[in-house]
């Protein structure tokens, strides 16, 4: 009500002019926010390489830092965060990221695409896109030395568990740039480790159809090949409609899993052809591609003929629904299995942009996916927005 009485009282000059302000104050607001995070990164940066330096010398023991904890606590009972735990978290955050194994893999993926070759084997912000320029390098300069400004695309709380849970640096690496990528927060990023995102999304591809290749090049390290649906919980036997329902209900959960660009438009999409109606199972709009993306159920194994059925969607999204400015509709078809050399000949002559995907109810065992990873940080570095041919 009151928003309807404040929208009758101003004009559309007032309106857009107080547009403006409420952009001016989000801008600063995330300013703000990242300078916290900085510095937040900092702090743990200095204070673990300060313990880590003692521990190393037999200077302190584990007695020493909990007693530097316990010290903190009672000189300073306002600085929070610092508990015998925390601190040992700091020390590894500082150890893990110094090493030479950490710093060989940012210069091995990352200082190619450097402008300064005086900074190899450390985040340049002068590669980000304007508007991550806006919130990061104008407001904190970070000290000079070993601290690799990479580490301050996501935040602390982040850093630790991609520490804990992560075996190799080029993992690490990955999931820092995701995390920054995607926007994670804590739980989310969590949830990403869990459903193996560095495996599903990086690993060699042949489940995309030559269309999609060819109209959407950077689709490879856009598109998993697999999807986790474990918090559907799903029975071994299950139908289309129960999968269908699963994914609606938890809508946050699957978008998470597809990508935050995904974003979710309608169910059993109805599209009219002549004189006949078909639905579509799932629409989605890709803002990153600026593209609709129709999502076929399938209960059963990969068969040709649902590429068929698919392709004929897309068809008619292109001509009845995609707008102007829109790129051409992507189609993909989710089942339980998929025969891989049958996938093979199905997408060598598709000249549709569509995939054929999978999906699993419980996580599958890791893969080291180095050459994957360069090609994931190659086109973070680049743009935002995927290019189209």
Same mark, same amino acid.
């Given at each position: ?38 510095? +937040? ?10 313990? #880590? ?24 009972? %306002?600085?929070?965060?610092? #508990? ?15 090493? %030479? ?12 695409? @450097?402008? @300064? ?12 896109? %304007? ?15 070993? &601290? ?6 996501? +935040? ?19 999931? /820092? ?14 949830? !990403? ?12 591809? $042949? ?20 999807? &986790? ?46 004189? #006949?109606?078909?639905? !579509? *199972? ?23 003929? *649902? ?22 509709? /992507?189609? $993909? ?5 998929? *025969? ?21 109810? $419980? ?16 086109? &973070? ?9």
């Amino acid at each position: 009500m009151t928003n309807n009485i404040i929208d009758n009282n101003i004009s559309s000059l007032q309106e857009k002019q107080f547009a403006e302000v409420v952009e001016l104050i989000i801008q600063h607001k995330c300013r703000a926010s990242v300078a916290v995070n900085n510095e +937040t990164l900092f702090t743990a940066w200095s204070v673990g390489k300060y313990v #880590s330096d003692k521990l190393k010398n037999e200077e302190w023991g584990s007695k020493v830092v909990s007693q530097l904890s316990e010290y903190i606590r009672a000189k300073r009972p %306002d600085v929070k965060g610092f #508990s015998r735990s925390s601190i040992y978290n700091m020390v590894m955050f500082y150890e893990e990221y110094s090493s %030479d194994a950490f710093q060989k893999v940012i210069g091995m993926y990352l200082s190619a695409n @450097s402008s @300064s070759n005086n900074d190899i084997g450390y985040w340049n912000y002068s590669n980000l896109q %304007d508007s991550e320029r806006n919130q990061a390098t104008e407001i904190v300069q970070m000290p000079s030395g070993q &601290f690799p400004d990479v580490l301050c695309l996501t +935040t602390l709380s982040n850093h630790y568990d991609i520490l804990c849970r992560c075996r190799s640096s080029e993992e690490r690496l990955f999931y /820092i740039l995701y995390a920054h990528k995607e926007n994670l927060k804590n739980k989310e990023l969590q949830r !990403a480790i869990s459903t193996q995102t560095y495996e599903t999304l990086l690993r060699r591809k $042949i489940n995309l159809s030559k269309g999609l290749l060819e109209t959407y090049p950077d689709s490879p390290i856009m598109f998993k090949d697999t999807y &986790f649906v474990d918090f559907l919980n799903l029975p071994k036997k299950h139908n289309e409609l129960h999968l269908k329902h699963g994914l609606i209900e938890h809508m946050k959960q699957f978008i998470l899993e597809l990508g935050k660009d995904f974003i979710f438009m309608d169910q059993e999409y109805c599209l009219t052809v002549g004189a #006949s109606s078909f639905k !579509a *199972d799932l629409l989605f709009f890709h803002r990153g591609l600026q593209a609709l993306v129709a999502v076929e159920l399938k209960k059963t194994k990969f068969h040709p003929r *649902d590429l068929g059925q698919l392709e004929f969607y897309l068809e008619a999204l292109d001509r009845d629904v995609k707008r102007s400015n829109e790129n051409p509709s /992507i189609g $993909i078809i989710l089942c339980p299995d998929a *025969d891989k050399v049958v996938v093979e000949y199905a997408m060598s002559r598709s000249m549709s942009p569509t995939m054929i995907a999978e999906y699993k109810r $419980i996580l599958i065992p890791q893969e080291q996916m180095q050459q994957q990873l360069r090609e994931f940080c190659q086109f &973070f570095l680049t743009e935002d927005s995927p290019k189209k041919k």
